[in-house]
């Protein structure tokens, strides 16, 4: 609960500074996908970009170059699935406690606009995503990052471990 209390504090006064524009230009160079970040809501950015730092700080040391660039691109994109579903730091809170205390009657709510947000946006970001050029590791990681990570396997699952982890560290 008090993890849920912070990050919900953190939302309400999330902000993008220069040193986070400099990142994004490091690491999505293509003006299509930063456009498509600049979709989200601040506060998403921000939760992006921290998930992506994290990814930095706590796994730089066992990831090559290629890894490092797959992960960080995967952490900026990974919830863009939740563009245009009415998520706000309220409305994310609400869908929250009503997976958390209702979880069956939660997922049939999904003609809700902000629920059908939180509980699918991992597909519908890698439907949006097929529709870059990126490589397949990257629409893998966003289209799973909610997924059991003990059904993956191979290269891909140990990217996608490492994203899930920074990802609820955020």
């Avoid at 950015?45 to 995967?74: F, M």
Wanted: hydrophobic letters at 40%.
């Amino acid at each position: 609960m008090k993890q849920r209390i912070k990050q919900f504090l953190k939302a309400i006064t999330a902000k993008i500074v220069l040193e986070d524009e400099e990142f994004l230009n490091k690491y999505l160079k293509d003006q299509r996908l930063k456009g498509l970040f600049r979709q989200l809501p601040v506060f998403e950015q921000r939760h992006s970009l921290d998930v992506a730092y994290t990814i930095l700080e706590k796994y730089s040391q066992v990831l090559d170059d290629n890894e490092k660039n797959l992960l960080i691109k995967g952490a900026l994109l990974h919830d863009v699935g939740k563009i245009g579903t009415g998520l706000n730091p309220l409305t994310k809170s609400l869908a929250v406690v009503i997976d958390k205390l209702f979880p069956q009657i939660a997922k049939k709510l999904t003609f809700i606009k902000f629920i059908d947000g939180y509980y699918n946006h991992p597909i519908k970001g890698g439907q949006i995503l097929k529709k870059y050029d990126l490589p397949p590791d990257v629409i893998y990681l966003v289209e799973n990052h909610h997924k059991n990570s003990k059904n993956h396997y191979g290269h891909s699952g140990k990217l996608l471990k490492i994203l899930m982890d920074c990802d609820d560290l955020n």
